[in-house]
């Protein structure tokens, strides 16, 4: 079933222990859209400054991703992130940030799109959110991803946009920041009480939560990597691949849940063995698969 995808394009530089990557292509609908696109087309929402050095297309050439929503404003310039990774790499520490066109209008949804059955609404300002939701005419499921920034300083907008989704998507620090409770059951039933029928709590390399508002949880670990390199985009990919798992089976029950967590587990483990989309560019569907049996191994018992 259709599936779209609205958020960043990003010029990235990235520090971590492995080496420094300047200038490299990132953003959140970009990471998303390469992980999804192995499971199911991808409908392309977002937008880039005319200072943007990389083409898209070739970027995404022999993939069903549709860039048909990528808007090109010749007189703005590109988000740009630079970031830095230490010890054990499982957070990121923003050296600067350049909202750009990020800070602007959002893109429009073209026409075509709007009938998208599946939604992914990547990290952004909630009123931001909300403004590209509406465009969209009778999704069957909704998920967004936040982050501390909304949480702190924009709390009634990103209210608003909870009771307007299905699905939130945020880390252990973002789940206890939201709900204020230390423990992230209670976390994810609180944040269940203010909208979205799922809450799923990235935990790096501690694996991920996932509950329902009908008292469901679904705990699953991390894929036991051992070549991280750069962990930037690892929780985009994550949502690309669950959501375009999602998207093939045209299923938003809790056990399809399940198994689109593991194959977002998979997909976010090969986008951090390498710098920006190297780790995702670099493998097929059968690497997936094989990787997937490989996590269903480590986990049973």
């Known amino acids: ?14 520090t971590t222990p492995y080496g420094v990557s300047e200038n490299c292509l990132g953003g959140s609908a970009v990471y998303f859209s390469m992980a999804a696109s192995f499971f199911a087309p991808v409908r392309f929402v977002g937008v880039v400054g ?8 070739d970027t995404f050439e022999g993939r069903k991703v549709d860039l048909s929503g990528l808007e090109v404003r010749d007189m703005s310039r590109t988000f740009r992130w630079k ?17 750009n066109v990020l800070s602007e209008k959002p893109p429009v949804v073209p026409e075509k799109f709007r009938n998208s059955r599946f939604v992914f609404l990547a990290n952004t300002a909630p009123k931001l959110q909300i403004q590209l939701l509406e465009q969209i005419a009778r999704p069957i499921f909704v998920a967004a991803d936040t982050m501390n920034l909304w949480i702190e300083n924009t709390p009634d907008d990103l209210r608003a946009l909870l009771k307007k989704i299905d699905c939130l998507v945020l880390n252990e620090d973002e789940a206890r920041q939201l709900s204020g409770e230390n423990n992230l059951i209670l976390s994810a039933k609180t944040i269940i ?40 985009g690892a929780g985009d990919s994550f949502a690309g691949g669950m959501m375009g798992y999602m998207a093939k089976t045209g299923k938003a029950d809790f056990a399809t849940l399940k198994k689109a967590i593991a194959y977002g587990t998979v997909a976010a483990s090969f986008t951090i063995s390498d710098f920006s989309l190297k780790g995702l560019q670099k493998i097929n569907n059968g690497d997936i698969e094989r990787r997937l049996e490989k996590l269903r191994k480590a986990t049973q018992f």
């Open 50 to 57: 005319g200072d943007c050095p990389f083409d898209l297309k």
């Open 193 to 232: 009480g203010l909208g979205p029928r799922v809450v799923i709590i990235k935990k790096g390399e501690s694996g991920s939560i996932m509950c329902d508002s009908q008292g469901d949880v679904f705990v699953l670990l991390a894929y036991p990597a051992t070549q991280i390199k750069d962990p930037t």
């Open 83 to 99: 970031g830095s990774y230490y010890n054990s790499m499982n957070e990121a520490i923003t050296d600067q940030v350049e909202l």
């Open 1 to 14: 079933m259709p599936l779209l995808v609205t958020g960043s394009i990003g010029i990235d530089t990235v």
